[in-house]
């Protein structure tokens, strides 16, 4: 698919969230979902939030061990609450011992500030101290050794080892829902994921990541296109609306009854289908699920039919 500035990989894709409960669930999940077929396993992060929340490199790292093929993603890492060498070197030992299978979403928080005053880092600065990282992220991969002088990090020659497995190292896929992210995805990124996104707005961001990766001198490059999307499935979309705006005003402890509605794929399995060909028509190939249903039944209805009616779209 052709975006303005934009050579969108047309590889169809499913993924899921997988939540860090404990050692035997994860285990068990993460072993499903190779076994189901899905593509890729996301995890979200933070270093405290308002319910507990697993370290997300370590939990991939965990999922890495107990799969063998499905891709190994962070959806999304945020990257000013680490230093980035730190970052660059547990993602290549990452991708090294998965043998090439990380994805590194990454953005910038702040919707719970307590985590950046207690890493030391300050939160009006999350935004240039990604993008810097960013770069010093890509040089670690492919360098023999790098010494940066930057606003915000600084550091003498060093050598990180081991690399990536994967030339120039794992795929970094930029979130959030603001104008700068749409830039730093187009400049910066290797792809795109929404978050609490409709489908309109999704649509919009594509084409402003495409006229920033086109001012960049990046356009044509291949760009991964992806939606995180919490998913119900229930007997109608008024009982999926309930359950999911109670689920998700727990999580981000606050009003969802309208959010839910808009951000959501929510009713039965045909209503989510709908609603994800019009994603599909947007731009949308790799689809990650965040279960606040069975997510066995979601795994099955996408498998069996989701995606390979998405893909007649894709054509």
Request: glycine share 10%; proline share 5%.
């Amino acid at each position: 698919m052709e975006i303005e500035g934009l050579s969108v990989v047309d590889d169809l894709k499913l993924g899921m969230m997988l939540p860090g409960n404990d050692r035997r669930t994860v285990l068990d999940r993460a072993r499903k979902m190779e076994a189901a077929g899905l593509h890729s396993i996301w995890v979200g992060d933070h270093i405290a939030f308002h319910i507990p929340v697993v370290e997300s490199l370590t939990l991939l790292s965990f999922c890495a061990a107990a799969t063998e093929r499905i891709e190994l993603a962070t959806g999304v890492l945020l990257l000013p609450l680490r230093h980035p060498t730190l970052t660059a070197k547990i993602t290549g030992s990452l991708d090294l011992l998965s043998e090439g299978r990380l994805i590194l979403g990454v953005g910038v928080g702040g919707e719970f500030p307590p985590e950046f005053e207690a890493v030391g880092s300050p939160i009006a600065e999350r935004g240039p101290r990604t993008d810097e990282a960013i770069g010093i992220l890509r040089r670690h991969w492919t360098e023999e050794s790098v010494a940066h002088e930057g606003e915000h990090f600084r550091f003498g020659k060093v050598k990180i080892e081991p690399k990536p497995v994967r030339p120039g190292g794992p795929p970094i896929v930029v979130g959030g829902r603001k104008a700068v992210s749409m830039r730093r995805a187009g400049r910066l990124g290797d792809g795109y994921i929404s978050h609490m996104c409709d489908v309109a707005t999704y649509a919009s961001n594509l084409a402003a990541i495409g006229r920033h990766a086109r001012e960049a001198g990046r356009a044509g490059l291949p760009f991964h296109t992806a939606a995180l999307l919490f998913t119900v499935l229930d007997d109608s979309y008024e009982a999926a609306h309930e359950r999911a705006s109670a689920m998700l005003g727990r999580i981000y402890n606050t009003d969802f009854r309208e959010a839910s509605k808009r951000y959501c794929l929510l009713g039965k399995p045909e209503d989510c289908l709908e609603q994800m060909r019009a994603f599909a028509r947007a731009g949308c190939r790799h689809f990650v699920i965040s279960a606040l249903s069975d997510p066995d039944e979601i795994i099955e209805h996408a498998t069996s039919r989701m995606i390979p009616e998405l893909r007649n779209v894709v054509r």
